[in-house]
């Protein structure tokens, strides 16, 4: 046997080692972007259920009519702090389940409901009487006794809350928190109706069988 073919048969060539090298470095590569992938996906689920949640209009799982109590609490011309159970509650939550809201009364039937928080970053906003103006404490956001917005940071007026009065009492809509992505005020066809007493009401007024079908109101 030469030197050459000794050598050949000592050291064959990657025919047995050289593919376990690739299988581990495959498995490793794999194994990594799986890994990448899993992360990815956990850290973007919250963003695209953020993004993705105004299409989502099953509002009955979301909000729902809130007993504000009898209008005599509400004289007119007055914008007075309400609080209320928050519907979308859980066990743990404690005392953070109440709510605040400003409900000002502009006459005998029409109403503003306002949520608290302010739209720029969340804070919540004061009432104040005598300037007839809403203060955010936070950054100086300003709105007018409307809601709409008047200075500041806040990139639009205050949110508000469906209303409607039904047998002398104010019913809001509430639930779910709105932002710049999730309306306060819903387009009509995805409000529910308020159910008092076994009646259906919208704008509250009940629904008769001869009204339109889902979603309308009178
Ligand atoms: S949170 Fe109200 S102005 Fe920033």
């Known amino acids: 046997m030469t030197d050459v073919e000794h050598d050949e048969q000592q050291t064959p060539l990657t025919g047995d080692t050289a593919p ?12 990594g972007a799986a890994l990448m992938g899993l992360g990815g996906l956990v850290i973007s689920a919250p963003i695209v259920g953020y993004i993705l949640s105004p299409a989502v209009k099953d509002w ?14 509400y004289p007119i011309g007055r914008t007075l702090l309400a609080t209320y159970r928050n519907p979308v509650h859980g066990p743990t939550v404690g005392i953070a389940d109440e709510l605040p809201c400003w ?11 306002f949520y608290i928080n302010c739209a720029h970053l969340g804070c919540p906003v004061h009432w104040f009487e005598e300037s007839r103006l809403f203060m955010c404490p936070c950054h100086g956001g300003v709105y007018y006794e409307n809601g709409d917005r008047a200075s500041g940071p806040p990139p639009r007026g205050l949110f508000e809350y469906d209303w409607q009065v039904v047998r002398g009492k104010l019913y809001v809509f509430a639930g779910e928190m709105p932002n710049l992505q999730i309306p306060g005020k819903l387009p009509e066809d995805d409000l529910t109706p308020l159910t008092v007493d076994g009646i259906d009401y919208r704008d509250g007024q009940p629904v008769t069988p001869d009204d339109d079908t889902e979603g309308a109101r009178p």
């Open 20 to 31: 376990a090298g690739d299988d581990r470095r495959g498995f490793m590569f794999k194994f």
């Open 60 to 73: 009955k799982k979301r909000r729902s009519w809130i007993d504000l109590g009898g209008l005599d609490q």
């Open 103 to 113: 409900v000002r009364r502009i006459d005998e039937s029409t109403f503003q409901v």
